[in-house]
C-alpha cells in the first residue's frame, strides 16, 4: 500500500479503477506499472451491423487497413468538408452583401420559364 502514494494523482486514480476490476492491490511498483499500461490500453467495442461492416471494408485503401483508420479518415474527410463548406457560404454572404445575386423571378426570365 505504500507505493500508492508515491504514484501521480491520474496514477492513483487509474489504479483505484484497476484494483475494483482485480479486488487486489499489487504490492510492488512494476505491477503498479503494468496495470496501469494495460488499463491505459484497452480499447472499446462497439456493435455494427453486417451492412455498415461491409461498407467499411469498401472503404479500405488497403487489405490490413484496420477499421479504425477507415472511421478516422472518414472524420477527417468530414472535417475538411465542412471547413470548405464554411468558407463557400462565408463567400457566398459576401457576394449576397454586395448585390451578386439574381432573385428566382430573374432566374425564371432568363431561363425562359416565364
Do not use: C
Not at 484497452?42 to 455494427?48: G, K
Request: hydrophobic share 30%; proline share 3%.
Amino acid at each position: 500500500m505504500r507505493y500508492i502514494n508515491e504514484l501521480s494523482p491520474k496514477l492513483q486514480l487509474m489504479v483505484g479503477e484497476i484494483t475494483k476490476m482485480t479486488q487486489t492491490i499489487p504490492e510492488n511498483p512494476e505491477t503498479f506499472k503494468y496495470y496501469s499500461e494495460l488499463y491505459s490500453a484497452m480499447a472499446t467495442t462497439i456493435q455494427i451491423s453486417a451492412e455498415l461492416q461491409k461498407e467499411l471494408t469498401k472503404r479500405k485503401l488497403y487489405e490490413k487497413e484496420t477499421y479504425e483508420e477507415v472511421i478516422w479518415d472518414i472524420i477527417e474527410d468530414t472535417k475538411e468538408l465542412n471547413e470548405e463548406t464554411l468558407k463557400e457560404i462565408e463567400e457566398a454572404r459576401e457576394e449576397y452583401r454586395q448585390g451578386k445575386f439574381y432573385t428566382h423571378e430573374q432566374v425564371k426570365k432568363r431561363l425562359g420559364l416565364k
